[in-house]
Every structure is written in C-alpha cells, then in structure tokens.
C-alpha cells in the first residue's frame, strides 16, 4: 500500500505522556517509523543496534502481562538492557515514594523509564522531576499512548486511510485510558469515533470530547467500519453501573447475531485481556474479522518506535 | 500612666459603624478609646498617612494542625503567619487528631494560642465523635468552654437524621452549626471537580451536586429547626442560588467563600500539580463568576482563607494520593483585593466587612469594630504596595500555596492586637 511518507520530520519529545497533546503529523511519524522497525521481527536474529547501551526500566505499579512483555521485547529487539520493576501498590503513601523510587532508579544510570501507574498523571509528574525519558504504559484511566498507538496503526494497515472512516468504541468509556487515547489518536488523524455505552459508563462533559456518543449498539454496529470493544473492567466499577452481566451483554455485547448486521469488511478489535461471553462472544473473538492478535503484534513495532525516538530526542537535546 | 497608641492620618474603615474617612484611632489600655480628629499627644504614635485602618481582620476558617500533625503547621506557626497577615482573630477547624470534641480540646487550643501571643486564636468543635456523622460530640461542655461553633469540616455530616439532631440539639446553646457541604454519595473517590477536565486527566470527580444535595437538604432542616447555619467554602453558582433562596425567605443562613474559589478554576489541575488539589475543588469560570456576583449582592457574609497547610513531601505525592488543601493565609488579604477590589466587584469598605464585623457576627464573638470600648485590634494596610508572593518566606510551616511567584497589591504593614503591636514591616 503506497502512502506519503512523512518526510524528514524531525522528531522532538523525548517523553511520550499522551496523544492528546501529539499532532497528526507526530502521530503519523510514529506510525510511519513502526512500519520500518516490523521488518526485525521477521528476521532471523531479531535484533537491531539502535538502543544498544541504553537502559529501559520497566517501571509497573499494576498488573500488566502484555503491555509489560511488550515493552521488554521491544526493548530488547533494539538491543536495550531493561530492568523489571514490578510492584502492586494498594496506597502509595506507604513507605517509598513513587519519586524516590525513581530518583533511585534514576542514580543507577537509565535512560528510559516505561511507567503504568494507577493514578492518572503520574507519567507527567515523573517526567517533570526526573531527566530520564518517560514513556506512559497507561496512567490511571487518563491515556494509554501505545495501546493508542497500535490500534491506529492496525487501522491504517487494514483501511490505508481515516478519511471517512467510521469507528465505534464499545463499553466502559468512562474508565478507560484505551479509549481516551484511541479517541485523541483517531480523531487527530481524521475519523469519526462513536462511543457506545450505558449513560453510566460514559464520563462526564462528553458534548466537549471530538465524539459523537450513542446507547445503542444495534443502531451503531450497521454503520461502522471498525469496532473496538472494551473490557468491563471490575477492577475500577465504582457502585453498579449496569444491573447485571446478563444485562450488559444483552445491550452491548458484540455476539455472532449482531455481527450479521455489520459491513462484511468491519474490523473487530479490543486491547486485551478479553472476557469472552461478557463484551464479545468466543465466535467474534476468533472469527474472520478480527484482527486482536493482528494488534498485539504491531503492538511491538509501534513501541520499538517510540522507544527509539524518545531515545533519539533525549540525544539531540544533549 | 495610661498605655495610649494613637494611630494618625490613615483612611479608617470601620464598617460596623459606618465609618470611611481619614482620621485617627486612639487605643487606651488595649481598649479603642476614640476614632475622629484627636488632637493630643500620645505615647507611642503611628503614622498611617496613605493608609488604610481597619479593625482587626478575622479568618473564620483556617487549620493549624495542632494536635496531631505539628510537622504541617502548629498553632504558633499559624498565628505568626496570621497576624503578619493582618488576622486579629483565627478560627480553628476541629479535625486534628485526635479531633477538637471536649471541652478540654478546647481549652487546649486556647491555652496555646494565648502562648503563642500572635492573634485571638478560636476554635470549632466537632458535631459529632470523632467525626464520624453517628454520635453527637459534647457541644454543651465545648459552648461552655467557649468553641464558636461546631462543624465536621474536612467532611459533612452525612446522614439527614443526625444532621437534624445536632441542628436540634445545638439552639440550646445559640452557636453557629457550620457545614463543609460534601454528600459522600456523589463522588466519594473524586480528587477533583467532576467535569470536561476530569473527563481528558483521567482523574475521578466530585460532582457540583455532592455541595449542592447536602446544602440544599440542610436549609430544609434549617427551616424545621431555625437554628443559625453557616455552609463553609462553598463553590458552585448552584449553592450561591441556594443560598440567595434561603436569604430570601430570611432564614438564619450564612455562608463563605475562599480567595482560591474567586482566583482559580479546574483548569489549573491540568498538569496534575498537586497544589491545586482542594476540596471543595477547583470549579469552572461560571462558578467563579457567580460567586462574585455573590459576593456583590451581598449573599456572601465571610471571607476565609481555608488554610489549609500540608508537606511538599505529601503534596509531591500523586493527584489521586497527595492531601487535599491550599495554604494562604499568608497572602489572603491580597488575594481577596486581586479577586475583587481590582476587577471592581465590590469597594474597600465591603471587603473589610467581610473579614471583620461580618464574620464576627456569625461566631458571635465580640470583635470586628472600632467602636469605643471594644478590645484595640487594628489593622493596618498599605493598598497600593505590590509585591511578588514569595513561599519561601512565609511565617506557615507548609508551603502548599498555588500563588507563589503571582504579583498582588496590598501589604499589610502592622498588625496591633489588644493594643499591643504584634507584627510590623
């Protein structure tokens, strides 16, 4: 698929916070330099030089399998040392603070810090104490930059362009960094997103977002080209905001009958881990439109480049 | 001989009494002996020739940590800031620890406040254990040890039937039965207000209607009980229409606002600077502005810094996990001026009402005027002297000030309480 190659843009955060703040131009650099870094995956030795020497800590405060081993590999395939940290913290008042804990990290020489957190803007306020670069692996329901990343990129390797486009996402918006970062991306980048779900899990001031939001699915699913589903996320419900499972799904679910209604060609999609039965049905999940593994994969060449160039603007501003 | 301190030439606002004009004020013995054109010597005279010269500025709400977390403030750190910041008189909130809810509390509060010889230093009592909104605390033995008032600040008192009990149980005594208005059940979890920049920072929201709901309920008891009701910092354009209805119907209802909630919107929290993490919290540019309207047509009847000081260690903490508070007792007099005498909401004498017979009136306290008689507190400003505000220097032991480094106008230069100066540029 041909496409304008964004040229000799030069590249200037050696943070990655959020796409809210990124344009179209920088998010679509990040996507043009994935697309050169997927060809090490498929090489026998998969490595490349570019990171060698350089340390990437994996700093994680929550439960991450896929985002963590993502990072690593990632990491790894551009030749980093990286370091796990991994530590579940309930309250963060008790005993070392998050800035000591990375001041201490920081005295041991690294170079990149890949931080998830269960408090939104904790990226921000590393990246304002420490010199190291920063990259937000999910900061409490604020942004997922990379898992942004990776579904745009996923979209533009399927549809070639956003002009037009039409995406729904699915289920607990008002809890979800996925979503914030998806919609950033997505809309920046020129497609129209829907969210769809119970008024309840649809955060507040959503008339100020660049979305347009519906209750039903029924009457979305005809219309969209891509559909990505999000997690019930239990772990974050506060109180009920849907009477039962039973309920959810039978308003929101994505099951095998209502994706007869969809366009032939629609993308299924969803960040992982799914519950199956719950938002989607085992069917959809596996079937012929989905492309949820297709995503985990350019999960890896989208944070090899942001890695690398985070890398590379933290040299230039030396 | 007697002990005379005849204050000269300044502009005397005295609002109780209707006073705007230049002339002098002479305290005897630590009581205000006389304000007019007093030709006489004195001995120990001040010249206060550009001037302004009030009673003693009162902040009805500030925190000063004492007992419990004396590494944040202590109630002699905290009048050393009030008076070199114009207080004649501070208020206490009771949610120490272990909380003000005995008269001994009380009395404890006092005794170090009268050692640190800084300001009167009064305090509230709790409205219930420990704050927990089940049992009534002792506000018979704490009225007589002399509490002005009773509040759960820091939280409100959820359930409407103790509410209304304490409401009952407190016209014994006629003191003010004061509310952070705060119904739990909107937003329990919220770090900030609930609205478009809660929604983009991915931070949990308090809801206008957790202020609104439980204020609204509380004039309804207020109507049963017609017991004397103050709602603390309010914040949203909701509650100034509440409180314009109760005021309507002339029932016994006051309410104060904050220098932060006149300056500063939601807005602020964009970078997640933990400074500006307050609750009630930052509201929008709509609020603000009613809130000044508020303050115009006269619905507002206090001014309070909400002092609330905690460590840079714990503000440095995450938004979700840092404490809430703003410390700006240091800085309110300029602060109010910025918010309301520059853009010309309201004049001099109104702002001065506000901090003096206005709040005194409330707490029922004995103070706020120069009428002849009255204990020798005076404040002394100079209106037109800008600065920049500097934290670093601030008397307070915290320095969780969201203004550090703004440019303010009017400094006060001397502080006199009961005749006696207690702070000077």
């Known amino acids: 698929m041909l496409r304008k190659k964004s040229k000799q843009f030069n590249w200037q955060h050696k943070?990655?916070?959020?796409?809210?703040?990124?344009?179209?131009?920088?998010?679509?650099?990040?996507?043009?330099?994935?697309?050169?870094?997927?060809?090490?995956?498929?090489?026998?030795?998969?490595?490349?030089?570019?990171?060698?020497?350089?340390?990437?800590?994996?700093?994680?405060?929550?439960?991450?399998?896929?985002?963590?081993?993502?990072?690593?590999l990632a990491a790894n395939r551009l030749s980093a040392d990286v370091i796990e940290f991994t530590q579940k913290t309930s309250s963060v008042s008790k005993g070392e603070t998050l800035l000591d804990t990375a001041k201490n990290l920081e005295a041991m020489g690294i170079d990149i810090v890949v931080i998830r957190h269960n408090a939104a803007g904790v990226p921000k306020l590393l990246s304002r104490s420490i010199n190291a670069c920063v990259v937000n692996a999910g900061d409490g329901y604020c942004e997922h930059p990379t898992q942004g990343l990776l579904d745009v990129y996923t979209i533009r390797k399927f549809k070639g362009s956003f002009d037009g486009l039409k995406i729904a996402i699915v289920g607990d918006i008002a809890h979800s960094r996925v979503a914030r970062s998806d919609m950033w991306a997505m809309t920046k980048l020129?497609?129209?997103v829907i969210f769809v779900a119970p008024p309840t899990l649809i955060p507040g001031n959503v008339d100020k977002l660049p979305v347009k939001v519906s209750y039903s699915l029924d009457e979305v699913i005809e219309k969209v080209d891509v559909i990505n589903m999000l997690?019930?996320?239990?772990?974050?419900?506060?109180?009920n905001p849907f009477p039962s499972v039973r309920e959810y799904s039978h308003y929101f679910g994505l099951t095998v009958e209502r994706m007869k209604k969809a366009k032939p060609d629609i993308l299924v999609m969803h960040p992982g881990p799914i519950n199956r039965g719950l938002e989607m049905e085992s069917e959809v999940a596996d079937g012929k439109n989905s492309v949820i593994l297709e995503q985990v994969k350019n999960g890896l060449a989208v944070r090899m480049a942001v890695l690398f160039l985070v890398n590379q603007a933290a040299a230039q501003q030396q | 001989m007697a002990n005379e301190l005849l204050i000269k030439n300044g502009r005397v606002i005295d609002p109780a009494n209707g006073v705007d004009k230049?002339?002098?004020?002479?305290?005897?013995?630590?009581?205000?002996?006389?304000?007019?054109?007093?030709?006489?010597?004195?001995?120990?005279?001040?010249?206060?020739?550009?001037?302004?010269?009030?009673?003693?500025?009162?902040?009805?709400?500030?925190?000063?940590?004492?007992?419990?977390?004396?590494?944040?403030?202590?109630?002699?750190?905290?009048?050393?800031?009030?008076?070199?910041?114009?207080?004649?008189?501070?208020?206490?909130?009771?949610?120490?620890?272990?909380?003000?809810?005995?008269?001994?509390?009380?009395?404890?509060?006092?005794?170090?406040?009268?050692q640190a010889r800084k300001t009167h230093v009064y305090t509230m009592g709790c409205i219930t254990k420990d704050s927990e909104g089940i049992e009534l605390?002792?506000?018979?033995?704490?009225?007589?040890?002399?509490?002005?008032?009773?509040?759960?600040?820091?939280?409100?008192?959820?359930?409407?039937?103790?509410?209304?009990?304490?409401?009952?149980?407190v016209t014994m005594f006629d003191k003010v039965i004061a509310q952070h208005c705060q119904d739990d059940s909107y937003g329990k979890d919220g770090v900030m207000n609930a609205g478009y920049n809660s929604t983009v920072l991915g931070l949990p929201g308090i809801d206008i209607l957790a202020e609104e709901a439980m204020l609204w309920r509380d004039i309804q008891l207020v109507k049963k009980t017609l017991v004397r009701y103050h709602a603390q910092h309010i914040s949203t354009a909701g509650s100034v229409e509440l409180i314009r209805q109760a005021k309507k119907m002339s029932l016994p209802v006051t309410c104060e606002v904050t220098p932060h909630h006149l300056l500063l919107t939601d807005d602020c929290c964009a970078d997640y600077d933990t400074n500006f993490k307050v609750n009630p919290p930052l509201r929008t540019a709509s609020d603000v502005e009613a809130l000044k309207e508020a303050i115009k047509e006269g619905l507002v009847d206090?001014?309070?810094?909400?002092?609330?000081?905690?460590?840079?260690?714990?503000?440095?903490?995450?938004?979700?996990?840092?404490?809430?508070?703003?410390?700006?007792?240091?800085?309110?007099?300029?602060?109010?001026?910025k918010a309301l005498i520059e853009?010309?909401?309201?004049?001099?004498?109104?702002?001065?009402?506000?901090?003096?017979?206005?709040?005194?009136?409330?707490?029922?306290?004995?103070?706020?005027?120069?009428?002849?008689?009255?204990?020798?507190?005076?404040?002394?400003?100079?209106?037109?002297?800008?600065?920049?505000?500097?934290?670093?220097?601030?008397?307070?032991?915290?320095?969780?000030?969201?203004?550090?480094?703004?440019?303010?106008?009017?400094?006060?230069?001397?502080?006199?309480?009961?005749?006696?100066?207690?702070?000077?540029?």
Request: proline share 5%.
């Open chain 2, 343 to 425: 853009p010309k909401v309201i004049d001099w004498p109104q702002l001065i009402s506000l901090m003096t017979n206005r709040p005194a009136q409330i707490i029922k306290i004995d103070k706020g005027t120069l009428s002849k008689g009255k204990q020798g507190d005076v404040t002394i400003i100079n209106p037109d002297f800008e600065y920049t505000i500097d934290t670093s220097v601030f008397r307070s032991k915290s320095c969780n000030c969201p203004y550090d480094g703004w440019k303010v106008k009017a400094r006060v230069e001397k502080t006199i309480v009961g005749g006696e100066v207690r702070f000077e540029i």
């Open chain 1, 190 to 192: 020129g497609a129209e």
């Open chain 1, 231 to 239: 997690r019930i996320q239990f772990e974050r419900l506060g109180g």
């Open chain 2, 137 to 169: 605390a002792e506000m018979g033995f704490m009225a007589e040890a002399g509490a002005v008032g009773f509040t759960d600040d820091g939280g409100g008192v959820q359930d409407p039937a103790v509410m209304l009990r304490a409401m009952k149980y």
């Open chain 2, 302 to 337: 206090a001014l309070v810094s909400d002092h609330a000081p905690h460590l840079k260690s714990e503000k440095e903490l995450e938004f979700l996990a840092a404490p809430f508070g703003i410390a700006s007792l240091e800085c309110a007099l300029s602060l109010y001026v």
């Open chain 1, 15 to 72: 943070h990655l916070l959020g796409l809210r703040d990124l344009s179209a131009e920088e998010i679509t650099f990040i996507l043009d330099t994935a697309e050169g870094f997927e060809e090490i995956s498929t090489r026998s030795v998969k490595k490349a030089p570019p990171l060698r020497g350089k340390v990437v800590v994996n700093l994680f405060f929550e439960d991450s399998t896929r985002t963590r081993n993502s990072f690593t």
């Open chain 2, 22 to 114: 230049k002339c002098d004020v002479l305290i005897v013995d630590g009581f205000v002996a006389e304000v007019g054109r007093i030709d006489k010597q004195a001995k120990d005279i001040i010249d206060a020739t550009g001037k302004i010269v009030t009673p003693g500025l009162i902040d009805m709400h500030v925190h000063f940590r004492e007992p419990g977390d004396e590494e944040e403030e202590t109630i002699a750190s905290g009048s050393a800031a009030a008076v070199a910041a114009g207080f004649t008189s501070v208020v206490c909130m009771p949610n120490t620890k272990p909380p003000i809810q005995s008269e001994t509390d009380v009395e404890y509060i006092h005794r170090k406040g009268r």
